[in-house]
């Protein structure tokens, strides 16, 4: 992930357009392999901030036990 907070929703976006343009017949080879890599390193930074928001609600669940709300 870059220094900047990461945003999923602009993430998902981002694999939005990419997948428009991969299904285009017109890509030649060297693009969509650009368009692929670039693809696999936003699914992998939106499943980082996926992880991320995870953990924080796994904290959140286990504060709120020990509280005994």
């Known amino acids: 992930m870059s220094e900047k907070e990461f945003n999923i929703d602009a993430g998902f976006e981002e ?28 699914v992998k930074q939106c499943k980082d901030s996926l992880d991320h928001v995870e953990k924080q609600l796994i904290i959140l669940e286990e504060g709120e036990q020990k509280n005994g709300f």
């Not at 017949?25 to 392999?33: E, N, S």
């Open 15 to 42: 694999l939005d357009h990419i997948l428009e343009a991969l299904e285009k017949d017109q890509v030649k080879l060297a693009d969509a392999v650009k368009l692929y890599t670039k693809g696999v390193s936003v």
